[in-house]
């Protein structure tokens, strides 16, 4: 029974020392709040951490495609052959376009737009995300210590 108490109480005096211990060393003086950084970090809610917010693409006003450029949009070209008429100079049907007098864009295959370089024919872009810098997380200053990491 005697030997028992004095035990704890020993077990008591080495936790007791330990703690003291950690104390001087000063670890224990760190704010708990930022473990002693002085700041904390939180992710960005403007941007969900990652750094960039999407934006409606300005060369294409979102739509992710721009009109050709080389047919304006019609996605035909004059047949170079025939001058856009459609015969050659003999009167026979022109063998480059079938007698249309146009051919598909190549620029555009065809569409009259093509797809947007500045998006990729996404119609969005990234955009740095101006709260966090592109960082995507904030470091804000500690209150509980007030930015120097002491208690
Ligand atoms: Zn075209
Ligand atoms: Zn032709
Ligand atoms: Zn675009
Ligand atoms: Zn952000
Ligand atoms: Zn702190």
């Known amino acids: 029974m005697r030997k ?4 704890v109480s020993i077990v008591a005096l080495l936790m007791l020392s330990l703690v003291s211990c950690n ?4 670890s224990s003086g760190d704010c708990d709040t930022c473990e002693g950084t002085g700041y904390i970090v939180q992710e960005c809610e403007d941007c969900d951490g990652k750094g960039y917010t999407m934006a409606e693409c300005e060369a294409c006003d979102g739509n992710g495609y721009i009109e050709c450029l080389t047919c304006l949009g019609s996605g ?13 100079s003999l009167g026979e049907e022109c063998l480059f376009c079938s007698g249309k007098g146009y051919n598909d864009c190549k620029s555009c295959n065809g569409d009259g737009q ?5 998006c990729g024919g996404y119609g969005e872009v990234k ?3 101006e709260a966090c810098e592109g960082y995507g997380e904030i470091q804000e200053t500690c209150e509980d210590c007030g930015g120097d990491g002491k208690r």
């Open 127 to 129: 955009v740095e995300c």
């Open 76 to 88: 035909r070209e004059d047949c170079f052959h025939c001058g856009g008429n459609g015969y050659d």
């Open 4 to 7: 028992n108490t004095f035990y």
């Open 114 to 118: 093509t797809a947007c370089d500045e």
């Open 23 to 26: 104390g001087k060393s000063g």
